[in-house]
């Protein structure tokens, strides 16, 4: 009896389905063609009750919509006693628990596990060689939801043969994901291990995994034009905030003006953005009474920053002058009236 | 609301620690970072083999296609293809239709429905087709008024016939 852990698939559904979609774990057996439903839990882990058969078992993890009855292909696993077995797990510098996410211009790497992979003559080509391959899926509105099945439908973006077990690491220095700005691409990365089928398996999927790729933050100051010289209250200004990553601390600085940026500055009360959910997001923040932070006058910098697992960035940055200091030009005039 | 402590202690210390500032990455840097990304660092020899491998890939599946319907008017579920095993005249409608109403997982369909489906606890063998199902079973459907839906282990089951 086969023991298919369910849990794995579970924790990668992405977040969009979950209420109002009812989840069917389906398993095929690829000699027989016995089509079977497993009765399942929402997460954990349940043993399949048919027997392992030469040519493999299907397990497929579904969801339906119960509002358009649309169905999604969310994860499916071959298995079978002479099949290779395969793991892949991506990781990045966000220790975020869901599914793996990463910034455009960041690093991750993917580590394809394989093993049972066999050496010799005579053996099939399934139990010798996997098929490594890497799927695009672009999500420009960052709005549509992308299946499994959607993402790694069509032609890879690359692929690669594996006939060693172990561990097979490739590291990708930032996401392979395309547009106009590279800067704010989105979308998906999508890794398969397929075994090699001679046509007898209707499907050859033996793992998978992803990684959510989110664009790099942008902002604005407005307001306040470059040398402009503060000498009483400050302007009010506009900040607009655009892709603020999903883990994020967002803020104002002001600090005197010198060819270092970074340390030291105060930061403005009230342009504090904490951010830690799902998905990006886009603000416009106003920010005023901040005079109270120049200790004395001079040339300063004001800075909007924001700080990721992956460091701290300017968004943007003004350079202008304080000078507060009340001078008084006077001339005393000794005035005498003439006595007559 | 550990989270939000959590955020607001991060907050805190990124306000006051010393923070390494970077520039961010131009689009032009990016788009030439992205020329060495690939899976061709792997293996593009593909092995010797008598017959070119077959890869699928799974566009087009539909569970719902591959699926019976069955529906009371106000719930609907799904079983394999193959898992019905008798469909008395009077219930024909219920079955194959389009999905109407709320969609259930198949057994919580089944306890709202005892009076019009039961279930037939059939073998692997039985459902492959090497063995036949009781005849003593199939005669008797036909004298009752329930839908039968093939089983095992709870879940419902293609039967080869």
């Keep these: ?340 | 609301m550990k989270t939000q402590f959590a955020i607001l202690a991060a907050l805190t210390a990124a306000c006051h620690a010393e923070i390494v500032v970077t520039q961010p990455v131009s689009a032009r840097d990016l788009a030439a970072r992205q020329k060495n990304t690939s899976l061709t660092v792997l293996d593009q020899t593909r092995p010797p083999s008598d017959v070119a491998p077959v890869i699928s890939r799974s566009a087009g599946q539909s569970l719902i296609f591959q699926s019976e319907i069955l529906h009371d008017g106000h719930h609907w579920t799904l079983v394999p293809r193959g898992a019905v095993l008798f469909v008395p005249k009077a219930k024909m409608a219920n079955v194959g239709a389009r999905p109407v109403g709320i969609l259930l997982p198949w057994i919580e369909f089944l306890a709202k429905n005892p009076a019009w489906v039961s279930t037939h606890e059939t073998s692997f063998n039985q459902a492959s087709g090497d063995d036949p199902l009781p005849p003593e079973k199939t005669a008797f459907w036909e004298k009752q008024d329930r839908v039968i839906i093939a089983v095992h282990g709870g879940g419902p089951i293609s039967v080869a016939r």
């Design chain 1, 1 to 340: 009896m086969l023991r298919f852990a369910i849990t794995a698939i579970a924790l990668s559904l992405p977040s969009a389905f979950g209420q109002g979609y009812v989840n069917f774990v389906r398993q095929q057996q690829q000699t027989s063609k016995i089509t079977w439903d497993m009765p399942v839990a929402p997460q954990g882990t349940a043993p399949a009750m048919l027997t392992a058969e030469a040519g493999g078992a299907l397990f497929q993890l579904w969801t339906v919509s119960q509002q358009n009855s649309k169905d999604y292909l969310l994860d499916q696993k071959l298995v079978g006693a002479y099949l290779p077995k395969g793991s892949i797990i991506v990781r990045s510098a966000d220790s975020y628990n869901g599914v793996p996410r990463i910034r455009v211009d960041q690093p991750f790497s993917v580590e394809f596990t394989v093993s049972n992979l066999l050496t010799g003559q005579n053996i099939p080509l399934s139990a010798t060689t996997v098929l490594a391959e890497h799927h695009l899926a672009p999500n420009p509105d960052g709005k549509t939801v992308i299946t499994a099945a959607q993402a790694i439908a069509g032609t890879p973006f690359s692929s690669g043969y594996i006939s060693k077990n172990g561990v097979t690491s490739v590291i990708y220095p930032v996401t392979s994901i395309k547009a106009p700005d590279p800067t704010k691409a989105r979308g998906e990365e999508h890794f398969v291990l397929h075994a090699l089928g001679d046509g007898t398996f209707s499907q050859t999927q033996i793992a998978t995994a992803f990684i959510k790729v989110w664009p790099m933050a942008s902002g604005k100051i407005s307001g306040l034009a470059p040398g402009t010289l503060i000498r009483t209250n400050p302007p009010v200004l506009t900040v607009k905030l655009d892709d603020l990553y999903p883990r994020s601390n967002t803020f104002i600085r002001i600090r005197s003006s010198g060819p270092i940026l970074g340390n030291g500055g105060a930061v403005i009360a009230g342009s504090m953005l904490a951010l830690d959910q799902e998905l990006p997001t886009s603000r416009l923040l106003t920010v005023s009474d901040y005079g109270n932070l120049f200790d004395s006058d001079g040339a300063y910098v004001i800075e909007l920053l924001t700080t990721t697992p992956f460091g701290t960035d300017v968004l943007d940055s003004i350079a202008f002058q304080v000078n507060r200091t009340l001078r008084l030009n006077a001339m005393i005039v000794d005035c005498e009236t003439p006595e007559n």
